[in-house]
């Protein structure tokens, strides 16, 4: 069965006797993903029991859903500025708790976001290319008008003017897959989104479904809450079966190493500070974090965009340093910021198993900031003290580097 791509459903006994039990009924398939469940049932009136299985109705499919999304329909970046800078974000500093200082910049700032880019309710299809033109869309409109009417009044003349159509809406079809991959693929600057054309194309691992079905104690689940509930449960305490780590289980036998002692020796000779402390970081610091940003990433529960948070860099920049000052005097992390949106993402095999998922954590903007800053504080303090021959987790540094060295 391997060679032919085959799989057996069936795993229990199929005849019973009194000396022997024998699975010789089988229930084949190349696509164990089209089925539900499949089981053995005695029938009390064979030595054979009868074996079944449930297919799925139809295969999972992408359909549309409505997001909350900010609209930018009517944005005026220059008034967006003006109304920020006339914001009273100095009332931030009259309180001690990191919580609230983070809570009383956000409702400020979402004030006046909320004026200039208001929520609004769109409806995504699922099945979208990404391909489409307006050109082309207006074109499908227009030939499923056709065909409409053609199956209204099934005359010679209206199935001549949808046929026309339907060979209009083909050619623009061709006209833009060419365009987008010619357009891809003549930004070499830019290879993750040259990838990302392509990927989908490389493989036939299909697009995951939006409706995402799991069986829990052999009863299959379909509640979104409930399934939500569920991952939520078992990425919590997934780590929970990992012994707890001590400082003796490593580094206590490489003590005399020639490279441990190597870095002991630079750092005496060279006066490193130790221990590591984090320090405040200043306000062109924060400018040119929040320059950096990545638009085209989503926003985290808090509903500020990176694109606008980005538009807004030079306004916010000092009252954003005084409460990530403020974090780090106080060694404390805002609740907040703690929170995530998370997204399972099917890895492989049993899709139906809650296991068999990925959490895909998306956090707000401000708390990647935040996380970059004192990133860069401990790469500056290690490349310090490390010798340059050690290229693991280093910025810059690579296989090709160590081997030159």
């Known amino acids: 069965m391997e060679i032919l791509g085959l799989d057996c459903l069936i795993t229990k006994a199929t005849r019973k006797t009194k000396t022997s039990e ?63 800078q006339m914001a009273p974000f100095s009332i931030v500093d009259v309180f001690d708790e990191v919580d609230d200082k983070l809570y009383a910049f956000e409702q400020l700032y979402s004030e006046i976001l909320n004026e200039h880019a208001p929520f609004k309710q769109t409806v995504v299809r699922g099945n979208q290319v990404p391909y489409m033109t307006e050109q082309w869309r207006k074109a499908i409109w227009h030939r499923n008008k056709l065909w409409r009417l053609f199956m209204r009044d099934r005359t010679d003349s209206n199935y001549d003017q949808y046929k026309i159509q339907r060979n209009i809406c083909t050619s623009l079809r061709r006209k833009a897959i060419k365009e987008h991959f010619v357009k891809k693929s003549s930004e070499p600057e830019n290879l993750r989104e040259v990838w990302n054309a392509y990927r989908p194309f490389l493989h036939g691992k299909a697009k995951q479904a939006i409706d995402i079905i799991i069986k829990e104690n052999n009863v299959v689940i379909n509640d979104k809450s409930e399934i939500a509930e569920l991952f939520n449960g078992h990425f919590i305490q997934i780590a929970d079966s990992v012994p707890p780590t001590k400082e003796t289980d490593y580094g206590q036998h490489f003590e005399n190493h020639p490279s441990i002692r190597a870095i002991y020796e630079n750092n005496r000779t060279t006066g490193a500070q130790l221990p590591f402390n984090f320090v405040h970081t200043n306000q062109a610091q924060v400018e040119r974090a929040l ?45 907040a910021w703690k929170m995530g949106q998370v997204t399972p993402l099917f890895k492989q095999e049993d899709e139906f198993n809650k296991a068999n998922h990925r959490p895909v954590t998306v956090l707000p903007v401000l708390n990647n900031i935040y996380e970059r800053l004192l990133a860069t504080q401990l790469g500056e303090f290690y490349s310090k003290i490390l010798s340059d021959f050690i290229s693991s987790y280093r910025k810059f540094y690579s296989c090709e580097t160590a081997l030159l060295r």
């Open 22 to 84: 024998t699975l010789l009924d089988l229930i084949l398939t190349s696509n164990k993903k089209k089925t539900l469940a499949s089981d053995v049932v005695d029938t009390q009136i064979s030595d054979h029991s009868l074996v079944f299985t449930i297919l799925r109705s139809t295969a999972p499919k992408s359909r549309s859903r409505k997001v909350c999304l900010r609209s930018l329909k009517n944005f005026n970046r220059d008034k967006f500025i003006q109304d920020l």
């Open 291 to 335: 320059l950096d940003v990545n638009v085209g990433k989503s926003c985290g529960h808090d509903m500020l965009p990176p694109r606008l948070v980005k538009e807004s860099a030079a306004v916010i920049a000092k009252p954003i340093t005084n409460i990530l000052n403020a974090f780090i005097e106080q060694g404390c992390y805002p609740s």
